[in-house]
Structure formats: C-alpha cells, structure tokens
C-alpha cells in the first residue's frame, strides 16, 4: 500500500494510535503531519518517520484548527488523508456535581473539535477527492462501563457523522469511514487516571488478547488505500471480539 506523496493529517499522532498509524503511513512514503500538544511526544514520533511536519495544537482551540490546515497547505499544497484521532476518555456519574463540566471536555475534544477540523479540511479534500479515517469505539455503541456514558454519547456522534458526511461527500468522490477500536494499550487510560492495567481486558476478550496501537493503524491504512476505493460511511469494529459478548 503505497502512499508515496500523499499528504496525510493525524490528529493525535503524539501517543497510542495516532502514533503507530503516522508511523505506518511513513513507512509507506505519506508525507505525515503530526498535531498534539505534548511537543516531548510529538519529537519521539516524529523521529520514528520520514520529514514529518509537527504542529503543536489543541484541537479544540479554533486558531489551532485553521493554523493546522493552513500549516498544512503552505508547507505541501493539498491534503489526501484526514485521520481524526485525537480523543480523550473522562469518567463521570450523572450524580457527580462537575458532570456538566466533564462532558463538555469529552464533547469538545471528540465531536466538536473533529467536526470543525473536518470542516476546514474538506475544501482541499475535494480538490484530492482524498478521504477521512474517524476513530471512534466501541463505546458509542454499547456500555462497557456506565461511568463511559457522556465518552459514548461523543463516539456516538462520530459515528452519526461519519454516516452522514459519507452521503453528503460521495458526489465529490471524497470517502469516509469509521472505525471502532475496543481496548488498545496506549495511554489514554492513565491519561484519565485510571490505573487498570490493560492485562485485567485479557479475560473478557474473545481473542485473547487486547488490541495494540498497530491493529488500528493497519486499519486505518487500509481504508484510506486506493484498495477501498469502494468503502464509504462504513464503520470498521477491531475489538477482538469483545462486541460479541
Ligand atoms: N485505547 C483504547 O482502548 C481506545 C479504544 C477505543 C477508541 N479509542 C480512541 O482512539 C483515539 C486515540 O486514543 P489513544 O488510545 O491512542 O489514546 P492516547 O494514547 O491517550 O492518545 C490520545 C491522543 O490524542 C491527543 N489529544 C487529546 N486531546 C487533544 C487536544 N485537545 N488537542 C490535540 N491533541 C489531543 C493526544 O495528544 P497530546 O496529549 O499531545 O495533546 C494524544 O496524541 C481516541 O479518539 C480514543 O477515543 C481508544
């Protein structure tokens, strides 16, 4: 899967999937650009690839976005690939007094912040007829954890989205597709304060195992590959199984 001079956005690629996938697009000659905060994580991926362009952004912060795009556009002219990583686990209750707060912050980084930097990208996009990799979960889909409900109500609307862009697009032959990672060890578990180490998933997965970052990557190199050239507003689930239960 070749994407040589194919220009590829990774939100998120400072950690975890965003990280593996820039690094599996390098690999196959994407000129990637990397968007996170964390410049010390953001320097570690970037010299795992080949002349990656680093932009330290928060992805909810609207200067950001536009800057990210335009960064994008000065430096290689157009862009073929949109991966909207970047996302954020926060546990809440519907009794927790700062619940409201706490659901802001999953809906601003997941949904609003992808829906926005969506919008701006889309005009070059077309010009590409390039195509958009959503990561969402399966949490927008079941309940793994009733303290992950406002986390599923985010992921939810992504997948709501990648639908209905998906028909809205099709006319310009620009794809978008989903997918619904179950558990991969990165680091958004203890980002949120949860210390659960990833082996306690082991039991409850049908497989066996629990995911890592590169079972997502391939993934999201696939569908961003000519070979899905056919595949739109299609939702891939690598849960290992777990869905099954
Ligand atoms: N790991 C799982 O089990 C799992 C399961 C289902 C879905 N997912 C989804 O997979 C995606 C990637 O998560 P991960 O597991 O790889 O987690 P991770 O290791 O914590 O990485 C999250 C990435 O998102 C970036 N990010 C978060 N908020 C940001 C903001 N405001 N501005 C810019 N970047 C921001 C982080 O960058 P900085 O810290 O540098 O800002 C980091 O690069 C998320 O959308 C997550 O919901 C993960």
């Known amino acids: 899967m070749s994407f040589a001079n194919k220009v590829v956005i990774i939100t998120g690629a400072s950690s975890g999937i965003g990280a593996a996938t820039a690094i599996l697009f390098s690999q196959e000659g994407a000129n990637v650009v990397l968007v996170g905060r964390n410049e010390i994580k953001l320097a570690s991926v970037a010299r795992k690839c080949e002349n990656p362009l680093i932009i330290k952004a928060d992805v909810t912060d609207m200067d950001d976005a536009k800057r990210m795009i335009a960064e ?9 690939v949109l991966v909207n990583n970047a996302g954020i686990v926060r546990y809440e209750s519907i009794l927790d007094e700062n619940v409201l707060e706490t659901f802001d912050a999953l ?16 005009p070059y996009l077309i010009e590409t007829k390039g195509n958009i990799v959503n990561i969402s979960s399966i949490a927008g889909k079941i309940v793994p954890d009733s ?17 209905g862009l998906a028909l809205e697009l099709s006319k310009y032959g620009v794809r978008v597709n989903a997918i619904s990672p179950g558990p991969v060890k990165t680091d ?6 949860d210390e659960t180490p990833w082996e306690c998933f082991t039991p409850a997965m049908p497989l066996g195992k629990v995911g890592e970052p590169d079972d997502i990557g391939h993934l999201v190199l696939f569908l961003a590959s000519d070979k ?7 939702d891939y689930v690598c849960d290992n199984g777990v869905m099954l239960k």
Do not use: M, P, Q
């Open 147 to 163: 303290r992950l409900v406002a986390y599923g109500i985010s992921k939810a609307g992504v997948d709501n989205f990648t639908k």
């Open 107 to 122: 809906i601003d980084t997941n949904l609003r912040a992808l829906f926005n930097i969506t919008r701006l990208a889309v």
């Open 228 to 234: 899905a050239g056919s595949i739109t507003g299609v």
């Open 188 to 193: 958004i578990l203890e980002n949120a304060g």
């Open 72 to 80: 994008t556009i000065d430096t290689h002219g157009k862009i073929d």
